[in-house]
Nanobody, 128 residues
Framework: QVQLVESGGGLVQPGGSLRLSCTSS????????IGWFRQAPGKEREGVSC????????YYADSVEGRFTISRDNNKNTVYLQIDRLNLEDTAVYYC?????????????????????WGQGTQVTVSS
């Protein structure tokens, strides 16, 4: 059974940092990219970053480039999203996702339609 579990969200002050985790089970991560998405109140879900475990490719949305860093620990089947210099606009539920059983040899995408397996999300709230 494919499962994705996010953790690491919380309440943080503007300018602070968080590291989100996405731990996967039920599939081998090598050919199944992991994408991070977020949905702010009243807004559509948007892709912020993704990584392909096979070729190491990673991408970022323009809105988060330079502040978000995606990484992976294959031994733990976990993908991390480091978020620095948090601002009020980062407040959202953050989700990780993958596409299974389809495989992707190279690259990854930030489009929601490219993913069909989703975690339950973790809340990030930025407030002073």
């Amino acid at each position: 059974q494919v499962q994705l579990v996010e953790s690491g969200g919380g309440l943080v002050q503007p300018g602070g940092s968080l590291r989100l985790s996405c731990t996967s089970s039920g599939f081998a991560p090598d050919y199944h990219p992991i994408g991070w998405f977020r949905q702010a109140p009243g807004k559509e879900r948007e892709g912020v970053s993704c990584i392909n475990n096979n070729d190491g490719t990673s991408y970022y949305a323009d809105s988060v480039e330079g502040r978000f860093t995606i990484s992976r620990d294959n031994n733990k089947n976990t993908v991390y999203l480091q978020i620095d210099r948090l601002n009020l606009e980062d407040t959202a539920v953050y989700y990780c996702a993958t596409d299974w059983p389809a495989t992707t040899i190279q690259g990854c995408a930030l489009e929601e339609s490219e993913y069909n397996q989703w975690g339950q999300g973790t809340q990030v709230t930025v407030s002073s």
